[in-house]
């Protein structure tokens, strides 16, 4: 899997969670920040709290943890396969 089709999978698994129940299309401005996490990070539990903080920032919720842990492990499995591709 090339990088840019893990971002677009990883922005895709962000959108499917819709942690709020706002709609898929409305955590662009979030699913951008995660990616960036994903890619910053690679311990499931530190990155949860990142994905954690961020859409608390945004939404002024706080998710729980277990939901967030449940994304991070996706997402750095999406990035892991990304990476093993010659």
């Not at 903080?53 to 892991?80: M, R, W, Y």
């Amino acid at each position: 899997m090339e990088e840019s089709q893990a971002v677009r999978e990883m922005i895709n698994v962000i959108a499917k969670w819709d942690p709020f129940k706002y709609g898929e299309d409305f955590y662009e401005t979030e699913a951008v920040d995660v990616v960036q996490a994903v890619y910053d990070e690679d311990d499931p539990k530190v990155l949860a709290k990142s994905i954690q903080h961020i859409f608390e920032a945004s939404f002024e919720q706080t998710l729980p943890i277990d939901s967030c842990l449940n994304v991070a492990g996706q997402l750095l499995f999406i990035k892991d396969s990304s990476s093993c591709t010659p």
